[in-house]
T-cell receptor, first 112, second 116 residues
Framework: QQQVKQSPQSLIVQKGGISIINCAYE??????FPWYQQFPGKGPALLIA?????SEKKEGRFTISFNKSAKQFSLHIMDSQPGDSATYFC???????????FGGGTRVLVKP | DADVTQTPRNRITKTGKRIMLECSQT?????MYWYRQDPGLGLRLIYY???????NKGEISDGYSVSRQAQAKFSLSLESAIPNQTALYFC???????????????FGPGTRLTVL
């Protein structure tokens, strides 16, 4: 089994600020650790993913930091924009197959 | 994602009724999943199928059943709906390459189910 704890549950940040979401997982796995973004009324969509042998992955304003020894990983949204307002889910791979365990989600609101 | 469609998008039903949620995909993926989303609990896996002849239970399969009618179709049934099955239900797909290498699954738009 894989458990994923995500915090905070919600986050309000001013435009231009940094949003930080943290996740902790239990079991070591060798597949990618993805982050998903969900807008209201839509299904989640892959935002960015990181391999467990890499400590940081950056794509535009989104950065994943991965601490394998602590079994923690986080998403940083730099220069947050109102269009980033969404719910974000981290996920950890289960031991085998394409199965994922999702965190509880973080609702991010970026105020203009 | 328009490549993964779910019907119906909204459904209100009564306790004890049987209900089916349907999912179709045009992505040509072999792997399909059903999740339910509840506030604060994230997405929890109900059932998954890695090909037409392969059906597996997820974390919370009690009270649900599935059918993989074809590679492109995966339906979820609630045999006797109860109020605590009120939730947002998502179908997702992946293929063996991107799904495993990037943890990428493609989600449908969801079905909001209310059981009274």
């Amino acid at each position: 089994q894989q458990q994923v704890k995500q915090s905070p549950q919600s986050l309000i940040v001013q435009k231009g600020g940094i949003s930080i979401i943290n996740c902790a997982y239990e079991n070591t796995a060798f597949d990618y650790f993805p982050w998903y973004q969900q807008f209201p009324g839509k299904g989640p969509a892959l935002l960015i993913a990181i391999r467990p042998d890499v400590s940081e992955k950056k794509e535009g304003r989104f950065t994943i930091s991965f601490n394998k020894s602590a079994k923690q990983f986080s998403l940083h949204i730099m220069d947050s924009q109102p269009g980033d307002s969404a719910t974000y889910f981290c996920a950890a791979p289960k031991a085998a197959g394409n199965k994922l365990t999702f965190g509880g989600g973080t609702r991010v609101l970026v105020k203009p | 994602d328009a490549d993964v469609t779910q019907t119906p998008r909204n459904r209100i039903t009564k306790t004890g009724k049987r209900i089916m949620l349907e999912c179709s995909q045009t992505k040509g993926h072999d792997r399909m999943y059903w999740y339910r989303q509840d506030p604060g609990l994230g997405l929890r896996l109900i059932y998954y199928s890695f090909d037409v002849k392969d059906i597996n239970k997820g974390e919370i399969s009690d009270g649900y059943s599935v059918s993989r009618q074809a590679q492109a179709k995966f339906s979820l049934s609630l045999e006797s709906a109860i109020p605590n099955q009120t939730a947002l239900y998502f179908c997702a797909t992946s293929d063996a390459s991107t799904g495993g290498l990037r943890g990428e699954q493609f989600f449908g738009p969801g079905t909001r189910l209310t059981v009274l």
